[in-house]
């Protein structure tokens, strides 16, 4: 099935709407605790497992549309103009030709992160979430939270759970249109959990995650195994976030991490997304648990680490990790 026909069906009528002539929308980026790893549809974007993710309430994307009176569409990242011929831009370009009507409508996209593009800090997941939101303000689509992630997804997977706040959960859905397979709000809320942002490169990732995951899936002897694993994980961090097991909770998440990381590694051409800083990094954090200060980490398609720990251990955590930018997902 083509992202098209999943387009029509969902708007109908309301990809005749008049438009706005500019529109502005924010959307957080948000980091799994159970990864998303493997498509079983690359056209739409359907995952072979569920997953589970949290939302950076400040970090993420803001995009304006403006409608303009060009034969092309101009696209702006960062204040800087981006080569039409560009991958990022074609993508992007693709993505907006399924809501364009016979008036042939051309934007002007102007986007700012304030998080690094394209190094495993989920951009492309509060990217895709904040263009959709727009378009749903300048068409005033009206749409609910359930079809504006089905949306999200045709752009990245990830960024179907970049609607919702919180702890957010990407149901596998096992239609072949994908019409059940959106993001959903948990309704659990954890105000001493913290997430640090381990920054150890901002240099734009090697091999894409749609890349890296179609080599894995293709080629790894451990992927077998992950949809299993996944399922499992995705229970134990739901029960943990339940009964807020902070160890529960960390050992699942990390464990879910360096599990997606092994199948990575063990592709035909193995790919690494660790650097010798990450794994440095790592061993900090490992010591640190020998050292009674419960910290656990994840780590998505780039050298970056992201850790879990609770409020009464980011004085320690600063102390030890200076450069730590800690976000509170909650208000606490
Ligand atoms: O949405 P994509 O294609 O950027 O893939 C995201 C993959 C991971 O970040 C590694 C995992 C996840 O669930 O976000």
């Given amino acids: 099935m083509k992202p098209q026909h999943i387009v029509n069906q969902l708007l109908g009528e309301k990809l005749h709407a008049e438009p706005h002539l500019t529109a502005t929308a924010f959307a957080p980026t948000n980091i799994a605790l159970c990864?998303?790893?493997?498509?079983?549809?690359?056209?739409?974007?359907?995952p072979i497992n569920s997953s589970?993710?949290?939302?950076?309430?400040n970090k993420g994307t803001t995009t304006t549309l403006t409608l303009q009176n060009r034969e092309i569409d101009s696209i702006l990242l960062n204040g800087q103009h981006i080569d039409p011929a560009s991958t990022f831009a074609k993508r992007l370009i693709t993505f907006l030709d399924l809501f364009r009507t016979e008036k042939q409508f051309h934007f002007e996209v102007n986007t700012?992160?304030?998080?690094?593009?394209?190094?495993?800090?989920?951009?492309s997941a509060s990217g895709y979430a904040a263009l959709v939101l727009a378009l749903n303000q300048l068409f005033h689509w009206d749409l609910s939270n359930k079809i504006l992630s089905i949306l999200a997804r045709l752009g990245s997977g990830s960024a179907a759970r970049?609607?919702?706040?919180g702890f957010v959960k990407w149901h596998v859905g096992i239609e072949a249109d994908g019409m059940d397979s959106f993001a959903e709000q948990l309704p659990y809320q954890w105000p001493k959990l913290r997430l640090g942002l381990a920054l150890i490169s901002e240099e734009k990732k090697a091999i894409s995650s749609?890349?890296?995951?179609?080599?894995?899936?293709?080629?790894s002897p451990f992927y077998a195994c992950w949809p299993k694993k996944a399922a499992q994980d995705l229970v134990l961090l739901e029960d943990a976030i339940a009964q807020?097991?902070?160890?529960?909770?960390?050992?699942?998440?990390?464990?879910?991490?360096?599990?997606?990381?092994a199948c990575m590694l063990t592709a035909a051409s193995p790919i690494c997304y660790f650097e010798p800083n990450t794994i440095a990094m790592m061993q900090t954090i490992w010591r640190l648990r020998k050292e009674n200060i419960?910290?656990?980490?994840?780590?998505d398609a780039g050298p970056n680490l992201k850790l879990l720990f609770l409020a009464e251990h980011e004085p320690i955590l600063m102390k030890e990790i200076p450069s730590l930018d800690v976000l509170a997902p909650f208000k606490d």
């Fill in 35 to 46: 990864k998303y790893w493997g498509k079983r549809d690359e056209c739409l974007n359907l």
């Fill in 52 to 57: 589970l993710s949290i939302t950076l309430p």
């Fill in 112 to 123: 700012t992160s304030n998080i690094p593009i394209a190094a495993g800090l989920a951009s």
């Fill in 162 to 165: 970049s609607i919702e706040s």
């Fill in 210 to 219: 749609r890349v890296a995951m179609r080599e894995t899936i293709n080629t």
């Fill in 244 to 261: 807020k097991d902070f160890k529960q909770f960390g050992e699942t998440a990390e464990s879910n991490a360096l599990a997606m990381h």
């Fill in 294 to 299: 419960p910290v656990y980490f994840t780590e």
